[in-house]
């Protein structure tokens, strides 16, 4: 009687499990125009039970699926051709020990969007072929040491959006290959001593939006082949002698919305084929002598939105491919050249708008940029005098330059002609409120009539 009934509960379970396995999943072709296995508001155990054969699925993905804890026994499926797993949104919050052993295919496994807080050791074995591992908008905290050392293939880890404040040593210890590191948007707070070590093949490192304040002067040891670093709003508030030395493939560095305030000597230090430097959004008011040294190959130099007041070409000497400088939105009222500072043969666009600057020696300048090909100049406090004759000076150089706010060359003139005429009649206005009596009207009358002709005299000769 016992038996019978046992035989029929498990009967009736097999069928439950089978007619539910039809309602929730569906084969069809992937992207890839193979099978692709598509399941739908399962839970952990649903797998667990999965009965049917998986054939030549080579996808599988769950949509609103709540799997919480995936073990060892969550996939626990025979030999298989599985190589892309997608679980986005699905409610995971742990990785256990073995997860995904059964998978030994598998190239690319997508876990975005879920509550994983937990990485158990061992959770990624077996994953020997894994390319692509996709964690982002998860609760990782601590990135635990040899978490990932099985992974000797995988190119692109993505750790974006989680609230990573610690990461081990050895924590990427056997990622050989990597290439595309991504940690954006997490919590850390300094890069510590050789923390990057292992990674001698990654190419890019996105370290975007986290709170970090001191880089360790031997953070980024080992990473010889990376080409671009981004750190761009973090809180940065000094670098230290040869910081990114070790980086003699990087690119392109990219600092903007940190709050470096002083360039020391040799910051940049060892950055030999770096092209590309973004310093934008920073509270920098001094350069050091030396500070830029070593950048031989820099093409671009951006120092948008600092605290400068007072910039000396000197700042720039030693950067001998420099092409592009941008000094746009500081509080330049002093640029100083000398005759001593290097020539600049590379130079072919520097922006000095939304400064400042009343004066600056153009014909000393120009000397010292002999292949500047644009300036950009709108919204400094220049006057009109000097506008024009800055203008006729560039025009000859075959310069072209720009002081109108559209920086349409065709307009330039008729922009200065405007803005003269603005600038005596400013002039006039502030006579304006001095004394108004009938013959001292005569008199302003009389002057108004002067200064302007003067200044269309000045416009029209
Ligand atoms: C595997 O193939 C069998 C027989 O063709 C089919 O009944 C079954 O639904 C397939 N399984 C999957 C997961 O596609
Ligand atoms: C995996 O796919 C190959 C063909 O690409 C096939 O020969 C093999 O039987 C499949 N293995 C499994 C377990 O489905
Ligand atoms: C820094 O963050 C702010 C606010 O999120 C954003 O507006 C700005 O574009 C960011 N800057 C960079 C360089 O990513
Ligand atoms: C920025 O740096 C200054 C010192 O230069 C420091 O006083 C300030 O607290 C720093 N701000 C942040 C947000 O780190
Ligand atoms: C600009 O520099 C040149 C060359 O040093 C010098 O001869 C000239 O006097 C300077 N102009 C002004 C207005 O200081
Ligand atoms: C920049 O200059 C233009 C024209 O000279 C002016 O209309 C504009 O208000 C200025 N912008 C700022 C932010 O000063
Ligand atoms: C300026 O004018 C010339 C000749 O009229 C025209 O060919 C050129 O396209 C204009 N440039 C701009 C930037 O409008
Ligand atoms: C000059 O002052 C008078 C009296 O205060 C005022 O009505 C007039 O608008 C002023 N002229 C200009 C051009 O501002």
Redesign the pocket.
Known sequence: MAKWLTQMVVIFVLQATHSKNDDACWTHPSSLKWYQLTCTKVNSEFFENFQRSLNRTHWIKCIDCSLNVIDERTFNFPKNNVSFLELPHCGVWSLRKFAFRSFFLMKYINLKDNKIGNLEQKCFSGLKRLIHLDLSSNCIKIITANIFSELINLDILNLNYNKIFHIQPYAFTGLINLKFLYLNNNDLKKLEDQMFKPLTNLKILYLEHNNIKELHQNAFANLRNLNYLYLNNNSITFLVQYNFKPLTSLIDLQLRSNNISEIQVSSFNGLKNLRVLHLGDNNIRTVKPYGFIGLNSLSILELTRNKLKSVQFSYFDKISNLGILWLNENFITEFIVNQRDEVQDSLALLDLSYNDLKYYNYTLLYSKMPNIKEIVFTNNSFNCDFFKNMYDFFLKKHTSICISPSC????TSDYIDNFCFEDSYTTVNVLNITDFSTQSAHKLAFHLYTITALSLLILFC
Do not use: A, G
Request: glycine share 0%.
């Open positions: 349409n060359v065709n307009h």
